[in-house]
Antibody, heavy 112, light 112 residues
Framework: EVQLVESGGGLVQPGRSLKLSCVASGFTFNNYWMTWIRQAPGKGLEWVASITNTGGSTYYPDSVKGRFTISRDNAKSTLYLQMNSLRSEDTATYYC?????WGQGVMVTVSS | DVVMTQTPVSLSLAIGQPASISCKSSQSLLGTSGKTFLNWILQRPGQSPKRLIYQVSKLYSEVPDRFSGSGSETEFTLKISRVEAEDLGVYYCWQGTHFPQTFGGGTKLELK
């Protein structure tokens, strides 16, 4: 069974950092691009970052570019999202996705 | 950025009625590969999003055939031939042709 399990969320102060992880199982991880998508409370979906299957290229929207870094460890079948200089508007549930398969999400709350 | 406009914002239907959701993009979603990366996903209350349709009209294997997708270039439609209770939730269209990837605002399907 294909599974994506996120972890690493929590409450963090504005300006601080947090690193999310997503462990994949049930498929050949290094064959797939991977993506992080977030959803602020009561709001719609927003694309956060994507990475190619080799990790050679990464893509971000302007809202997180320069603050967030997506990476992967294919040997560990794990996707990461390093989030720096966090802002209140980054408060959201963060989903790891292969596009057609989604994790259960992890909550990040940025507040003093 | 490509703006995805979904209508209606909400739908209130009885079991067995048909449903139709429109998604319009601010520019063509036909990619240089000749493929159109327009997806539909469903988020049931309290759950993470689930896949429904990819590349405009291709249903994932587990999706009932009462769902269908159509359209091209900038105008797309998701149809449900007969709504069932399990279809309730928020439907999103999502374009992956252009970076940044963008989502429609969502259509909430409720039971009348």
């Amino acid at each position: 069974e294909v599974q994506l399990v996120e972890s690493g969320g929590g409450l963090v102060q504005p300006g601080r950092s947090l690193k999310l992880s997503c462990v994949a199982s049930g498929f050949t991880f290094n064959n797939y691009w991977m993506t992080w998508i977030r959803q602020a409370p009561g709001k719609g979906l927003e694309w956060v970052a994507s990475i190619t299957n080799t990790g050679g290229s990464t893509y971000y929207p302007d809202s997180v570019k320069g603050r967030f870094t997506i990476s992967r460890d294919n040997a560990k079948s794990t996707l990461y999202l390093q989030m720096n200089s966090l802002r209140s508007e980054d408060t959201a549930t963060y989903y790891c996705t292969r596009g057609e398969v989604w994790g259960q999400g992890v909550m990040v709350t940025v507040s003093s | 950025d490509v703006v995805m406009t979904q209508t209606p914002v909400s739908l209130s239907l009885a079991i067995g009625q048909p449903a139709s959701i429109s998604c319009k993009s601010s520019q063509s979603l036909l990619g240089t590969s000749g493929k159109t990366f327009l997806n539909w996903i469903l988020q049931r209350p309290g759950q993470s999003p689930k896949r429904l349709i990819y590349q405009v009209s291709k249903l994932y294997s587990e999706v009932p055939d009462r769902f269908s997708g159509s359209g091209s270039e900038t105008e797309f439609t998701l149809k449900i031939s007969r709504v069932e209770a399990e279809d309730l939730g928020v439907y999103y269209c999502w374009q992956g042709t252009h970076f940044p990837q963008t989502f429609g605002g969502g259509t909430k399907l409720e039971l009348k």
